[in-house]
């Protein structure tokens, strides 16, 4: 069992006191509210957004060319959104965009 001096309990609570004191004084200083800067998306981010429901490979590339993506980067991405789940091959140069929804 541990115990302590009623002196050290009294040290304890003043400090205590002390550090809630400073900290109502500093909370008082800061905005109400802070503001979050955006990021902007990341071309990978746009090329995502910027693929249909249903594509096809030559549709893909025309994305990435408004993009001024080069065409192996753009394959690569395409890699990528297959092993994440984000996009499904269909079939031979036809793909699903799992993340749009249709309508």
Known sequence: MLSCQDADMENAIAIVDNLLAHTQKVYRYLPEKQTVLSR???KKESFLDGLPTSFTTQEYKSVALQLQLPEKTTERYINQFVEKGYIE??????YLHLLKKEG
């Open 40 to 42: 902007g998306k990341t």
């Open 89 to 94: 091959r269909i079939g031979h140069g036809r």
